[in-house]
Every structure is written in structure tokens, then in C-alpha cells.
């Protein structure tokens, strides 16, 4: 799956089968963040992703439609507020939903995300700004949060 999160709330959520490359990337981004940007942020936004592979690929950034983007490395979860969104839908997964089936599954996800508000998305966000000067401080090792 691929989500997004925002002061403004979440974006849609993208369930897809198979694993992500480059190309579907770039069709998640068209078909789930476009979308969203041109709605709740008409005069700009900045995408904020990890340096995974496919985000940073020759095809990835020739075809930028127009996103600025900030990096940081791969599941950082200090570092990322998204990665604790994943840590948290996990959760919810394996102690609410408890799937048995790829439908429950993608149900559960469809379920949790419905849920996820425009606060929510801030207590995510804000977390990240709060820990990054530990993180730092801590030579960019785990800190107690």
C-alpha cells in the first residue's frame, strides 16, 4: 500500500499487488498525490519521502510533475512520520483486525486509513519535529521516544 499524510489530512490510500517499482510509483503518485496536492495545497507543497530506489530512479525524477521533494534515508522512523503511521496500522492490524484472508486484509487497511483525521496526521507530523533535535543530539541513534 502507499499513503500519504498531511497538516491537511491523509491521501488516498493505494492498495496494489505485486511489488513497487519505479513505474507504479510514479502512477500512485499521478493517480493518489496529484490529486490530493491540487486540492489542499494549491500554491505548493513539498513531498517528503525516504531515499528508497524508486523514489530517487532516472525515471522517478525526469518525471516529476512539477513535486518538490525533500529525503531522508530509508525507514527512518525518527526521522519520517509516515513510518510511525505504518507502526501504528500494523498494530491495528494485528490486534483489531487480526486478517485471515487478503480481503480482511486490505479491509482492515481501507478501515484504518478511513479513520486517520487531519489531527491524527498532525500528532504524526508534530512527533517527528519534537524528536529530530534528539536524534540529532543523539548522533542520529535511537533516542527515547
Known sequence: MWGGISYQGPTRC???TGIMDSISYQ????DCLLP?????YPNGFRLYQDNDAKHKSKSTTDKDNG???MST???SPYLNPIENVWAT???HLKRKVKPKTKVELVNGIKDFW???TAVNCAKYIDHSHRVLPHVVLND????NF
Open 73 to 75: 534515508p530509508p525507514s
Open 36 to 40: 490530493f496536492t491540487a486540492r489542499r
Open 89 to 91: 496500522l500494523k498494530d
Open 14 to 16: 493505494c492498495v496494489f
Open 67 to 69: 513535486v518538490s521533494t
Open 140 to 143: 542520529c541513534g535511537p533516542t
Open 27 to 30: 502512477q500512485i503518485l499521478k
Open 114 to 116: 478511513g479513520n486517520l
